[in-house]
C-alpha cells in the first residue's frame, strides 16, 4: 500500500496570519474614511477676577475642530463645519466639550485667515443628568473683550472667574489625511509575515 503524506499547518502562526490581515483591513478602513481637518486652537490669559474654586492661575485654553478652514476674511458661524471642541478653564477635571451645547460660534479673520475676532460660548452639563453645569466663553469683538468660566448648580453660581480687556490668541494647525503610504508599508509587512510561513514537513498518515 502507499504512504499518503499531508501537510500541517502550524495553528498558531496561521492565527497570527489571520490577524494580521484583519488588522490591515480595518487600518485601510480607517486611512479612507479619514480626511484633513483644520483645528484652531486657543490659548487665554490669566483670570484676574475669581471666586470659588478659581484662582488668578487659571485661564481659558482649548480648541475646535473644522472639517474646512475657516479661510481669509471670513465672518460669520461655521457651525456647518465644526466637528468638534474640548475647552478647558483651569477648574476641575471636567472639561466643556462637544458639540452640543454651543450658544455662540462667530469668527471673523483677516486676509491670513488669522481668527482676529470672535465670541465662543459652551456649556456641559457635569457629570451627565446632572444640574450642575460647566460654562465658558472666549470673546473679542466690538461688544465685548472677555475670558470666563463658571460653575453653576440648581442654587446659583458657585464659582467663577474672568479677565476682560486681554484677549488670548488663536493657532491654527493643518493635520493632513492620513497617507496611502501607510497602507502600502503595512502590506509590505504582511507579505513578508506569509513569506517567512511554511507548512510543517509531510507526516504519513498510513499505509
Known amino acids: 500500500m502507499k504512504t499518503i503524506y499531508k501537510s500541517f499547518i502550524c495553528p498558531k502562526r496561521h492565527s497570527f496570519t489571520v490577524v494580521y490581515a484583519v488588522a490591515l483591513i480595518l487600518q485601510f478602513g480607517v486611512i479612507a474614511g479619514s480626511a484633513q481637518t483644520y483645528i484652531y486652537t486657543y490659548t487665554g490669559n490669566d483670570f484676574t477676577s ?5 484662582t488668578t492661575s487659571d485661564k481659558i485654553t482649548g480648541s475646535i475642530t473644522f ?6 476674511n471670513y465672518e460669520g458661524n461655521p457651525s456647518a463645519t465644526m466637528l468638534s471642541f474640548n475647552f478647558t478653564d483651569g477648574v476641575g477635571p471636567q472639561n466643556v466639550v462637544g458639540p452640543p451645547y454651543v450658544f455662540g460660534s462667530t469668527f471673523g479673520t483677516d486676509s491670513s485667515g488669522v481668527i482676529v475676532s470672535w465670541n465662543f460660548v459652551a456649556l456641559n452639563f457635569l ?3 446632572s444640574q450642575e453645569t460647566k460654562g465658558i466663553q472666549t470673546e473679542n469683538d466690538s461688544g ?3 475670558d470666563s468660566g463658571n460653575l453653576d448648580e440648581a442654587s446659583g453660581i458657585v464659582g467663577e472667574g474672568s479677565v476682560s480687556a486681554n484677549p488670548g490668541v488663536w493657532v491654527e494647525t493643518i493635520v493632513p489625511e492620513p497617507s496611502i503610504g501607510s497602507l502600502f508599508v503595512s502590506f509590505a509587512a ?3 509575515a506569509f513569506g517567512r510561513f511554511r507548512p510543517s514537513p509531510s507526516r504519513p498518515l498510513g499505509k
Do not use: I
Open 144 to 146: 465685548n473683550v472677555v
Open 190 to 192: 504582511l507579505v513578508l
Open 67 to 72: 472639517s474646512a478652514p475657516l479661510g481669509d
Open 127 to 129: 457629570p451627565p443628568n
Open 50 to 54: 475669581v471666586s470659588g474654586a478659581y
